[in-house]
């Protein structure tokens, strides 16, 4: 069963699992490296000789991530099945939804290809600027992957100007272009 102990250095509650006492531990909100210790009410295990220490013990599983010997996998597990969200990483992973920055970004830059053809010019830029609105709202909610925000601006950004682009040689061509120079 999970205990909770705080960080030596900031005082954050932490959960840790009996298994793990003894191991090193990293706090998510300060990054103190610590070696996680049991509460003061409870007695210490037997303390190994400093000869025999074990630096890792399982040779066959990956490098630990971001919070020393804690898994994130099993980090969520354990939020979602007891609703405790005592550790909270701000990370961009496990979203429901992935980006479509490139879709999106590539579908700017054939609208200002192609904004030579108003219709076609307009319509891609048209689709690149919506697509790219929902989904940048979506990232701002956390409900999508933000990790690929950057692209879906500048794809964004491409729509824009390709409907622009397109509006301004619509007007020009209609208006009768160079005949009148």
Sequence with gaps: ????????????????????????????????????????????????????????????????????????????????DTGDGDLNFDDDRGYRKSHRGGTILALGILGIVFACIPILGGALGLIAASMASGDLQEMARRRMDRSGQGITQAGQVCGIIAMVLSGLITIFTCTGGFRRF
């Design 1 to 80: 069963m999970p205990e909770v102990i705080a960080c030596p250095k900031c005082d954050r509650k932490l959960r840790v699992p009996e298994e793990n006492f003894g191991k090193m531990a990293q706090c998510p909100a300060c990054q103190h490296t610590f070696v996680a210790q049991p509460p003061a009410n409870e007695p210490l295990p037997p303390p190994l000789p400093p000869a025999v220490i074990p630096v890792e013990e399982e040779t066959d599983a990956p490098p630990p991530r971001r919070g020393g010997w804690f898994d994130e996998a099993r980090r969520r597990r354990e939020q979602r």
